[in-house]
């Protein structure tokens, strides 16, 4: 029903290939995009490079978010080599373990911020370096879950760090949305990815999600990067400011 053919997309956030940022650069490529992907340091790059060249990826660069130097490069290679962006994923989350596993409470005032600041202030400066680049429209992605709604056991910090980044969402689409750019969050059920096996008690949290959802399946990659490459068309430029689940119906389960 829609093609991406001719836009161009930029991936943060590939770590293997059973992250959520590989599964939606490959249903965007699928669908026809062009590829811009990010690595965070020398030790990722072996691991991403490989999966970006599989998917032909144009752009491989690095990309640390908390390197502002590194922020403006890429982007300057983007410009360069593009001269135009229509597509930004944003799927990086990050808290110091020992603020994640202990009480929200007792999270440290630098671990609150550094969680902030990667997880979610990173998108809004990501948005703010691709916004000149989407003269003609756009759309901006970024990856939340459950727990921003609703307390979810052990995953403490963190549902405050991502009920803030659905708050971004839904202001910086107000703000963008005159500029044909749209802004979405793609809220997941549980599903096993080196990011959240950081998370205490993750196993148990995912059987439990496969238990309680409608579907009894878990999410995949594959599903989320279904719809983000949906949400990347033009038939879908009207809309934004919407966190979408992609659970099974697990977060309709009291």
């Not at 490989?50 to 491989?60: D, H, W």
């Not at 949305?177 to 993750?202: E, Q, W």
Request: net charge negative; hydrophobic share 45%.
């Amino acid at each position: 029903m829609f093609s991406l053919k001719g836009k161009k997309a930029l991936v943060v956030g590939v770590a293997n290939d059973q992250s959520i940022a590989y599964g939606c650069a490959e249903a965007f490529r699928a669908q026809g995009a062009d590829l811009a992907i990010t690595y965070l340091n020398a030790k990722a790059e072996s691991y991403v490079r490989p999966l970006a060249e599989r998917l032909g990826a144009e752009i491989i660069e690095p990309l640390d978010v908390s390197d502002p130097d590194q922020e403006r490069a890429l982007f300057d290679v983007i410009r360069e080599r593009w001269g135009k962006l229509d597509i930004l994923l944003h799927s990086i989350a990050f808290c110091p373990k020992e603020d994640l596993h202990g009480r929200v409470i007792d999270c440290s005032s630098k671990g609150f911020q550094q969680a902030m600041d990667i997880s979610v202030h990173s998108f809004l400066r990501l948005i703010r370096l691709s916004e000149p680049l989407m003269q003609d429209g756009g759309t901006c992605l970024t990856v939340s879950f459950y727990g921003s709604e609703e307390v979810v056991e052990d995953y403490n910090v963190m549902g405050p760090v991502k009920a803030a980044l659905e708050s971004v969402t839904r202001y910086v689409a107000a703000e963008l949305g005159g500029k044909m750019i749209s802004v979405n969050a793609l809220s997941p059920g549980p599903l096993a990815t080196r990011a959240a096996s950081g998370i205490s008690h993750f196993d148990e949290m995912l059987a439990d999600a496969a238990r309680r959802a409608p579907t009894h399946t878990l999410a995949r990659i594959e599903d989320i990067g279904a719809y983000a490459a949906f949400l990347a068309s033009e038939e879908a430029r009207n809309v934004t400011g919407a966190v979408v689940k992609i659970d099974g119906g697990y977060s309709i389960m009291g």
